[in-house]
């Protein structure tokens, strides 16, 4: 493979180990092919070329002392940016914002620094991490690279599109309703939203204490693993942080099949309004689910809404990012766009009858699924109700009605690629796991990623029409 920027992180990896390549070669590769395509698609916000390259020759210099830290010594990945490093501004993607520099990296990038990651730079995102298309009115638009004037999703979607154009190894976003697992779905790439308090939050600018988690992106199931094994560990000076139990890599070698893994099916979720496509691919993945040898079993949480809950959801995130940016909204009202000020001052305004009830709503809706799980291994839903939409259309409110509830429950969740719409552009399959069951999840995801039958290329980026996919398994 002559294009180093096609290799897996697990594949890099090896070749890294085996010293058939360089960290050094690896990073120029990826900020090469950055400087050729990010003017197109504008998925970085700052890429950081010189300590890129210096990061990479340290990387190197281990490897020929017999020093290499693990598997992700070397790897170059990038950082949404509400994710503070330090010397860096953080922008939240917002205007206020681009000139606070954080002095300290945050801790989920202390730890990935401490396992050798090479970091290019800081991503693209929606205004604030509330919004769901990644059009950001402070600092331009991310295209999705399967079909340019497509969103890539939000409010990750400069994670999201950096992976799939190949302008990273693996990146980082943050997902509190959906915004890791939608951006990786439109993007035709895998998203982790791991179990709430896993991974540190400490240092990344909040949207909603309730629901935060970061997660990492990347091009299949075991790169997931790699990155998360590096992100995780209980971290005292945060007070969402929990202790994880012990276990083996999350990097786990997938099994052939999944004989005797009952798998739910919410009918809940399945009562909401998709796109036909949606229903054809998921119906499809159930299918080879069965084939290998699952168990689907239907479930019905009684008086758990989607739509009603998600809602509430989106009331606690603007309620609680009304707390975060109360002081800059009296100091700074014209630093919002008019869109993100009415969305914060809606929450400020809730009368607290209301933001009671919608805190129980997703109390409930998050026990129900709690509850589900101990019924079932894991459970099986379409990541979004809708393929990428162009920005000329208005998103979709039912966006994370799919997702919303793993995080509701504190639940890991996981989006894989599973097909194509008719338009070619990327489906993506979720699938929910109990607290702390990650490993049992992206082994399950594994296998399901193995045995898919569709063809996903990489997008050929540049272009107005669909990037190169193959047949779509129908």
């Known amino acids: 493979m002559n294009d180093l920027t096609e290799l897996t992180i697990v594949a890099a990896s090896q070749r890294l180990a085996h010293g058939e390549v360089s960290s050094f070669d690896l990073t120029e590769a990826y900020l090469v092919r950055i400087g050729a395509l990010d003017a197109t698609l504008h998925c970085y916000l700052a890429v950081r070329a010189e300590a890129a390259r210096v990061e990479a020759h340290a990387a190197d210099a281990r490897h020929s002392r017999g020093e290499r830290r693990g598997p992700l010594d070397g790897i170059p990945i990038a950082l949404k940016d509400n994710i503070d490093v330090a010397g860096v501004p953080t922008t939240n993607g917002m205007g206020l914002r681009s000139g606070t520099t954080p002095v300290d990296d945050a801790e989920v990038v202390r730890r990935l620094r401490a396992a050798g990651v090479v970091i290019l730079g800081k991503l693209n995102m929606h205004e604030g991490a509330l919004g769901g298309s990644t059009d950001n009115p402070h600092h331009g638009r991310t295209q999705n690279p399967w079909r340019l004037g497509f969103t890539p999703g939000g409010s990750s979607g400069g994670a999201g599109a950096a992976v799939a154009a190949r302008l990273c190894a693996g990146s980082l976003g943050t997902d509190t309703m959906g915004s890791v697992r939608l951006p990786a779905a439109y993007c035709g790439v895998a998203g982790l939203k791991p179990t709430f308090g896993l991974v540190s939050t400490r240092g990344i600018v909040p949207l909603s204490w309730h629901l935060d988690t970061v997660g990492p992106l990347a091009r299949c199931v075991t790169d997931l ?155 099986i839903a379409p990541t979004a109700p809708q393929p990428a939409f162009p920005f000329t259309a208005p998103t979709p409110v039912s966006q994370a009605d799919l997702t919303a509830i793993a995080n509701f429950g504190g639940c890991p969740a996981v989006s894989i690629p599973c097909g194509l719409s008719r338009a070619g552009l990327p489906i993506g399959l979720q699938l929910i796991g109990p607290p702390f069951g990650e490993r049992a999840l992206l082994a399950a995801a594994g296998v399901f990623e193995a045995a898919c039958t569709f063809a996903l290329a990489p997008p050929a980026v540049g272009s107005p029409e669909p990037g190169a996919a193959g047949a779509s398994g129908r």
């Not at 999944?258 to 229903?279: C, H, K, Q, T, Y």
């Not at 919002?336 to 305004?349: H, I, K, T, V, Y």
């Open 225 to 379: 693993g790699l990155m998360i094994d590096g992100m995780v560990g209980f971290d005292p000076e945060h007070m969402e942080s929990v202790r994880a139990p012990d276990g083996p890599s999350y990097a786990i070698a997938a099994r052939g099949d999944l004989a005797g893994l009952s798998v739910g099916l919410i009918e809940n979720l399945e009562r909401v309004e998709m796109d036909p496509d949606i229903r054809e691919v998921f119906s499809e993945s159930l299918q080879t689910i069965e084939r290998l040898g699952g168990k689907l079993r239907r479930l019905d949480l009684p008086g758990y809404e989607p739509t009603l809950a998600r809602r509430a959801g989106l009331l606690i995130c603007e309620a609680e990012g009304a707390v975060v940016h109360e002081q800059d909204m009296a100091a700074y009202p014209d630093a919002f766009s008019p869109a993100f000020r009415r969305m914060l001052e809606f929450g400020r305004d809730a009368p607290s009858a209301r933001l009671v009830k919608a805190e129980r709503t997703i109390q409930i809706a998050g026990f129900l699924l709690r509850r589900a799980l101990e019924e079932v291994g894991l459970i």
